[in-house]
């Protein structure tokens, strides 16, 4: 049995390493007891528990409390002289363990650093499931179709646009902290590249974390969505027929929700072509050496 405990990290990082565990265990026939969203338990349905995976939401002081005991010094060798128990954190990831041995006593994940460095792809036939496991309530899923809805009705084609700002001036340097003339060079390429296959109307859908980001430019073709709220923007997304965006987990979910397509943008000289489209990340394993490769195709 695997107890997913802690993850520090934002709600997308969580979600894509959840998502490539379950599959995992689901494959392999190994129980799964998830408390590491606790923390974010406004944003999902009930807990639910499906093909021996169980999504457990604890009261948030009690949570914290637990993750204090068992992330304490003296508790962690205490829980390491147990026979049967097993203690994951960023130094040793169940990734790099058979199944065999995951299959065998209790393995607490207790992350505190970025889960998302190296995971197996998700496949196919489970990707319903976790979908249905890991599923934001109904109220966003709403929001996010109201807005849609009349974004769709415009359009033979909708374009997702995720412009990451924000964390994204200091993530990595800065170097996907792109400005509002790039995001509108990109939706004029856009427009060429996709109406050669599609002769009808294009709508681009823009999503951002900072509040108002060109909504000057909004016009016939391009809806700024209004909501700035992380669920429902993902959902939105979602919905559309291609995602554009610089690399992040939060559109590599938002993808994997609809298996949407998705275009990474690497670099502010980049050339927009149809044959970047890809599936979310998900479906191929996440890895240093993969992204690497992603950025020269």
Known sequence: MILVLRQRSQISNRLVALAALTSF???????????????????????DRTHRITLLFLPLSLYRLLCRIVSNRFSRRILQCCPGINYLNETRSWADLPPSTLQRG?????????????????SHAEAPVIRKIF?????????????????RAKSSILIGIHARRGDYSRHRGGVWHYNESDYLDWIE????????????????????NEPGFLQAQASDSLTVSPL?????DQLL??????????????SVWAAFLTESRIL???????????????????????SPRLERAAQKA
């Open 25 to 47: 265990c689901i494959r392999h026939d190994i129980r799964v007891l998830v408390l590491s969203l606790s923390d974010y338990r406004e944003m999902f349905e009930a807990g």
């Open 106 to 122: 209790l393995w607490i994940i207790d992350q505190a650093g970025d889960w998302c460095s190296s995971m197996p792809a998700v």
């Open 135 to 151: 599923r934001y309530r109904e109220r966003y899923h709403q929001q996010a179709y109201s807005v849609y809805a009349d974004a």
């Open 189 to 208: 390429q856009a427009k060429h590249e996709f109406r050669r296959a599609d002769e009808g109307q294009i709508h681009f859908l823009l999503c951002s």
């Open 228 to 232: 700035s709220d992380g669920p429902t």
């Open 237 to 250: 997304l979602s919905l559309c027929d291609v995602i554009i965006d610089p690399p992040s987990t939060f």
């Open 264 to 286: 990474h943008l690497f670099s502010r000289d980049q050339r927009l072509y149809r044959s970047q489209l890809r599936e979310s990340t998900l479906f191929y394993g996440w």
